[in-house]
């Protein structure tokens, strides 16, 4: 197996991929953890949006003492609950969580595109302020751990534990990819974890003011996300083929 990397973005094979996905199928997440660390070191980083899933792995990393830089993608329409959860995260485990921003801001984005471009194309808008500035800053990184989860349904019930991501020519790490989110929860009360207050308002899955409502009763978890939209996923966690279905380049 490819397992010494010498240059960003040096590829695993697809059946180096397969055979790491089936040796780590039932691995806890701190071995999955430990191992990029031990592959990549601290060119692998780890993206939140700060829901639970994102919560746990940044505990994961604080109980193994393993400095894996940490980002979140700061499209400047997060909620102030959102921004107060990273900060009570730094604090408590004595971090500093990356903001990646978009290169335009609000205004410039309004003045070359129209105002409230989510409201007429969503995937421009994600694409200015999540996919560009997620690109820009894994260009010098090897790997990326995110918290995607295959019971939240769509494109991210097929991910794998390990895959490679095209776009951004780098490994993407998913550790959480076979749990529920019962289960992500059940850790999060037993460790006392902090969470974003919204969850116990009526939203399970938050992102962007804009495109975030709460679900009724039995929705699904993403749900109220892009409520009323044909959209389910910003670009960021899509497959290259499914990108450009979206609209996305
Ligand atoms: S989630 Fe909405 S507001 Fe945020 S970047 Fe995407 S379209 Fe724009």
């Not at 194309?121 to 751990?145: F, G």
């Amino acid at each position: 197996m490819a397992t010494t990397i010498s240059e960003p973005g040096t590829r695993f094979s697809a059946e180096d991929l397969v055979h790491l996905n089936s040796l780590f199928e039932n691995a806890d997440p701190r071995a999955i953890l430990q191992w990029g660390y031990k592959i990549f070191g601290c060119k692998m980083v780890l993206g939140t949006g700060f829901g639970p899933s994102g919560v746990f792995l940044i505990h994961h990393l604080a109980e193994l003492n393993q400095p894996t830089p940490i980002f979140y993608l700061d499209t400047h329409l997060l909620f102030d609950k959102t921004h107060a959860l990273k900060e009570e995260l730094e604090e408590r485990y004595d971090i500093d969580i990356t903001a990646v921003p978009p290169s335009l801001g609000l205004d410039e984005q309004s003045a070359q595109y129209g105002p409230e471009l989510w409201k007429r194309d969503p995937d421009k808008c994600c694409h200015l302020r999540k996919v560009l500035p997620l690109q820009q800053y894994l260009s010098d990184k090897k790997a990326w751990i995110s918290g995607i989860r295959r019971s939240q349904g769509d494109a991210r019930s097929r991910a794998d534990i390990f895959e490679w991501d095209k776009k951004n020519n780098v490994m993407k790490i998913n550790p959480l990819v076979h749990w529920s989110a019962e289960m992500v929860w059940d850790e999060i009360h037993k460790h006392n974890l902090p969470y974003n207050p919204l969850h116990d308002e009526g939203y399970p899955s938050i992102g962007c003011i804009p495109c975030t409502s709460k679900v009724g009763d039995g929705e699904p978890e993403r749900a109220g996300r892009w409520k009323e939209m044909e959209k389910t996923e910003c670009g960021i966690h899509l497959p290259e083929q499914q990108l450009h279905k979206n609209g996305d380049s």
